[in-house]
């Protein structure tokens, strides 16, 4: 598990640090570095295996991932692991002033049994734009006979599901494609495959989640995936822009309980398919290390919400191996956790992103026992809760 998570020089994000727990949620303001937050992480995890240039998602070019766009400066991400033999693993990453380019400036790994060895960029180009970590598991080797030491972080990294559903893409028909197994789009194109696909490998997993799934809603009877035309998309683009090509595959279909009727994924609720979609996620065969989730209250009724983040609990609880962060806006969310769960970014005067653990703002901890978190946050709000001690006390006197 990440408990430490470092970045400078990264969007907004000038010299940010934040302690993560196994399930943890960012709030505050728009535009206060939340999703650069999780960019950061998604870009760190993909970085073990994926070309750099394509680890930093969507659509950029020279320096516009830098902070002010100064290309001069390097960005830094930095990640400490709890109960794990890797203790620390950073990327210096440098961008090109022009075009979609960045390489490595310096990478550097510590474990329990070593000093911190760091390494600066490779004499070869050939090697620049990819992790040592990348290159020694999957290409064809690093020069470097002394990076050895770099090879254990891909297990502790790779494989990050980064997901903002969007229910008009999660309803699509999917085509058969070889490289989306088990896996689907950041706003979720894919899920009827995924689904098909869960079905194919393991009926009993399949029916453990219809199961689940007819808690939440009993008027339904089954989940139906039927041969029909459908789409078919690049898979895991990093620009994160969904091309659709039509062909032949399998659509989304509900059964319902006392009609007997098919009610197209198309004309279900947003809430129907955005928990079919979590607990798609919850029953993979291999459940993401790190998953990484934008505003999950959207579309989604206050109750259907609790049931939503009870989902991703179990998740967590049930495959120990498994993170997970999101950002929302809902004091609703915020009521489900515990105050060491929960970061507060806000933005000072000049542009630099601030982050506060509300168990360390002296608003919260002195309301705790009368409010819940929620409540809290909406009648203090964000610059009150970011206050330090001090400057509580001074206003108070």
């Known amino acids: 598990m990440i408990e430490k998570l470092r970045v400078r020089n990264f969007k907004a994000l000038r010299d940010v640090e934040i302690e993560l727990t196994p399930i943890h949620v960012l709030i505050g303001p728009n535009d206060t570095g939340k999703t650069s937050i999780l960019d950061a992480l998604a870009a760190l995890c993909r970085s073990v295996d994926h070309e750099l240039a394509d680890a930093f998602l969507g659509s950029w070019k020279g320096a516009e991932l830098v902070w002010a766009g100064q290309n001069h400066l390097f960005v830094s991400i930095e990640a400490a692991f709890a109960n794990e033999p890797i203790l620390r693993y950073a990327i210096d990453i440098v961008f090109a002033a022009r075009d979609n380019q960045a390489k490595i400036k310096q990478e550097s790994v510590q474990t329990r049994h070593m000093s911190r060895r760091s390494n600066g960029p490779p004499s070869s180009d050939a090697f620049a734009g990819s992790t040592r970590v990348r290159y ?9 006979p002394n990076s050895e030491e770099f090879r254990p972080v891909k297990g502790l990294l790779e494989g990050v599901h980064y997901y903002r559903w969007n229910p008009q893409f999660l309803a699509l028909p999917v085509a058969p494609d070889a490289k989306r197994q088990f896996r689907m789009e950041t706003n ?9 696909e869960i079905l194919s490998d393991d009926r009993d997993r399949f029916n453990k989640l219809e ?16 041969q029909e035309s459908a789409y078919r998309a690049p898979v895991d683009n990093p620009k994160l822009v969904t091309i659709l090509q039509k062909t032949d595959g399998k659509g989304l279909y509900f059964k319902l309980k006392d009609s007997g009727q098919l009610v197209p994924a198309a004309q279900a609720s947003d809430g129907t398919l955005l928990v079919l979609a979590y607990l798609a996620v919850l029953y993979l065969p291999q459940p993401p290390r790190l998953l990484l ?13 609790r049931d939503i983040l009870t989902v991703l609990r179990e ?14 806006h809902s004091p609703y969310v915020v009521d489900l956790f515990e105050p060491e769960e929960v970061t ?6 000049n542009g630099e992103v601030k982050t506060t653990r ?7 901890r002195r309301q705790l026992e009368v409010f819940t978190l929620g409540e809290i946050w909406t009648s203090e709000g964000d610059e009150r809760i970011a206050e330090p001690e001090k400057s509580v006390e001074r206003k108070s006197e």
């Open 211 to 226: 199961k689940r799934f007819r808690e939440f809603f009993p008027l339904i009877d089954s989940i139906v995936l039927r």
């Open 188 to 196: 979720g194109f894919g899920l009827a495959l995924c689904l098909d």
């Open 344 to 349: 507060l970014c806000t933005k000072l005067d």
């Open 136 to 144: 020694l598991a999957e290409g064809p080797g690093w020069p470097d």
């Open 358 to 364: 509300l168990s360390d703002s002296p608003a919260v």
């Open 293 to 305: 989730v934008e505003e999950p209250e959207n579309g989604i009724h206050p109750k259907r919400l």
């Open 315 to 328: 998740l967590v609880k049930e495959q120990s191996h498994t993170q997970i962060v999101m950002t929302t």
